[in-house]
C-alpha cells in the first residue's frame, strides 16, 4: 500500500469479515495515517453513495477504500483505483472475480493489479488452491470463445462436418411413397389415409365426421344456442 500511495494510485481491499474491516481500519490508521472509509452491509445507502463519489471524485479523498465482499462485490463502480488487495480467501471464486470487476467498469483506464494475501501452511492456502483448480477445471470444460475452432487440424475439421457412414438416409422411393418410418403421414401405419369421394351439398357435416377415419376428424364448430330469457311474473 505504502508504494500504491507514493505513486498517486488508489486501492480496494476486500474482505469477507466485517470483524476484520473493522481491525483493518485501525491498523491503516496506525500504518498510513488516515482512517480508510469502511463499506459493508451496514452501511446506509447515503454513506454508501457519499463513499463511492469521494472515492470516485475527490482528489483530497481516501486514496484505499475497504469493502466486504459480500456487499462491495456487486452494483459499484469504482474506476479510480488501480490495485485491489483480497485479504482473506472466500470459497467461490466467481465471487471474488465479481468483486474485482469492480475496477474493470466502463471508463477505466489504466491497468488494474489484483493481489492475493495467503498465509502459508493455512486453510488460506488450501482454500487457494481449491479455487485454482476449480478455475482449471472450468477453463478446461467451458472455455471461452470459439478459438478452438481454429486449432483443429484439417482431419478433424472433415470429422467434423462430415455425415456419420451409420447415419439413417431416407431413399427416393420411401421418400416418394411417404412410408419411411410410419409417421410424417398422417395416420402413423405407413399407409396414405383414403379420402372419401364426397358429392357438394349431398352429405351433412355431422354424417361427413362419421365417415372420416378418428384420427383425421376436426371437431365441429358449432354456433351457440342462444340462451332462454326468464320472464319475471308480477
Known amino acids: 500500500l505504502d508504494e500504491v500511495l507514493e505513486s498517486g494510485e488508489k486501492a480496494l481491499i476486500f474482505t469477507q469479515f466485517k470483524e476484520m474491516g473493522d481491525r483493518l481500519q485501525i491498523h491503516l490508521y496506525d500504518v498510513l495515517g488516515f482512517e480508510p472509509p469502511f463499506l459493508h452491509g451496514g452501511s446506509t445507502r447515503d454513506q454508501r453513495d457519499e463513499m463511492v463519489r469521494s472515492f470516485q471524485e475527490d482528489e483530497d479523498g481516501a486514496k484505499v ?22 485479504y482473506d480467501r472466500w470459497w467461490n471464486p466467481a465471487v471474488e472475480d465479481q468483486a474485482t470487476d469492480r475496477t474493470y467498469r466502463i471508463g477505466q483506464t489504466h491497468n488494474v493489479q489484483v493481489h492475493k494475501f495467503i498465509t502459508m501452511g493455512t486453510l488460506e492456502e488450501k482454500i487457494d488452491g481449491m479455487l485454482e483448480s476449480k478455475r482449471d477445471l472450468a477453463d478446461r470444460v467451458v472455455g471461452t470463445g470459439e478459438g478452438w475452432l481454429t ?4 482431419d478433424a475439421l472433415r470429422r467434423l462436418v462430415s455425415l456419420e457412414p451409420d447415419a439413417d438416409i431416407m431413399g427416393e422411393e420411401e421418400a416418394s411413397n411417404g412410408n419411411g418410418n410410419g409417421n410424417g403421414n398422417g395416420n402413423g401405419n405407413g399407409h396414405a389415409p383414403s379420402v372419401l369421394p364426397v358429392q357438394e351439398d349431398e352429405v351433412a357435416e355431422e354424417e361427413m365426421e362419421d365417415l372420416m377415419p378418428a384420427k383425421v376428424r376436426t371437431p365441429l364448430k358449432r354456433k351457440p344456442k342462444a340462451a332462454l330469457r326468464k320472464g319475471v311474473l308480477s
Open 65 to 86: 477504500m475497504i469493502l466486504s465482499l459480500k456487499a462491495g462485490g456487486v452494483g459499484l463502480n469504482l474506476t479510480a483505483a488501480t490495485h485491489v488487495f483480497h
Open 151 to 154: 486449432e483443429l487440424d484439417d
